[in-house]
C-alpha cells in the first residue's frame, strides 16, 4: 500500500515569508509525527497527534512553528516569518498506534526547507 | 534530558565482514527501540525494531537489546557494499511515544 507523502519535495523562500508543509499519513494510521533533520542538529521531534486529541507541541522550536490535522488524517506544518536557522529536512512519519498494535514509526520522503 | 548515543563512527567494513553498531539511552523508561537506516539524501527506512531484552534476528541483522545496561546494538552479518548508510538508532519512550534518535553511525562497506 501507499506508505507517507510529503510535499513539497523541496522548497526554496526568502527570509520572513511563511511556508506550508504537507504530510498525508499512512492510510489507517493515527498517529502522525513531526521531525527535523538538520546538520547540526540531527533528527528531532517536533510535535504529535494521535487522533483527534490535542496534539503533543512540546519540540516545536518556536511560536512561530504551527501544525494542524485536519479530520485525523492530513497533516500541515506552518513556519511564519521564516528565518535562515529553519533551513532543514521536515520529516513526516505517522504509526498505527492502536490497541495491542505497535509503535512502529514510518517515515515519508521529507521536504526540504532552504530560506535565504 | 533523554540521551542517545551512537558510537560515532565512521566505521569501515571489507565486504563480507560483520559490523557492529552500538547504541545506549538515558532513559530507563524507554519502552521500544529501533534501528533505522538512512542513505544520503534520502529518508529514514525501518531495519528492525526490539521491545524485550536478548536478540532478535531478521535475515542478515540481529538486534539485541540489555534494558539493565540501558544498551542497544545491531549487527549486520556478510556485510554488503549496499549496506552502506547512516545507521540511526532511535528510542520511544513517554505517552507520545515520539522517537528519540542517536547523532547516527555511518557504516562504508568495502568491496
Known amino acids: 500500500g501507499a506508505g507517507v507523502s510529503q510535499s513539497p519535495s523541496n522548497k526554496v523562500t526568502e527570509k520572513g515569508k511563511d511556508v506550508e508543509l504537507r504530510c498525508d499519513p499512512i492510510s489507517g494510521h493515527t498517529a502522525l509525527y513531526w521531525y527535523r533533520q538538520s546538520l547540526g542538529q540531527g533528527l528531532e521531534f517536533l510535535i504529535y497527534f494521535q487522533g483527534n486529541s490535542a496534539p503533543d507541541k512540546s519540540g516545536l522550536p518556536s511560536d512561530r512553528f504551527s501544525a494542524e490535522r485536519t479530520g485525523g488524517s492530513v497533516s500541515t506544518l506552518t513556519i511564519q516569518r521564516t528565518q535562515q536557522e529553519d533551513s532543514a529536512v521536515y520529516l513526516c512519519a505517522s504509526s498505527l498506534n492502536g490497541p495491542g498494535s505497535t509503535d512502529t514509526q514510518y517515515f515519508g520522503p521529507g521536504t526540504r526547507l532552504t530560506v535565504l | 534530558q533523554k540521551e542517545v548515543e551512537q558510537n560515532s563512527g565512521p566505521l569501515s567494513v571489507p565486504e563480507g565482514a560483520i559490523a557492529s553498531l552500538n547504541c545506549t539511552y538515558s532513559?530507563?523508561?524507554?519502552?521500544?527501540f529501533f534501528w533505522y537506516r538512512q542513505y544520503s539524501g534520502k529518508s529514514p527506512e525501518l531495519i528492525m525494531s526490539?521491545?524485550?531484552?536478548g536478540d532478535k534476528e531478521d535475515g542478515r541483522f540481529t538486534a539485541q537489546l540489555n534494558k539493565a545496561s540501558q544498551y542497544v546494538s545491531l549487527l549486520i552479518r556478510d556485510s554488503q557494499p549496499s549496506d552502506s548508510a547512516t545507521y540511526l538508532c532511535a528510542v520511544s519512550s513517554g505517552s507520545a511515544r515520539q522517537l528519540t534518535f542517536g547523532s547516527g553511525t555511518q557504516l562504508t562497506v568495502l568491496p
Open positions: 526490539i521491545y524485550s531484552n
Open positions: 532513559d530507563r523508561g524507554s519502552q521500544s
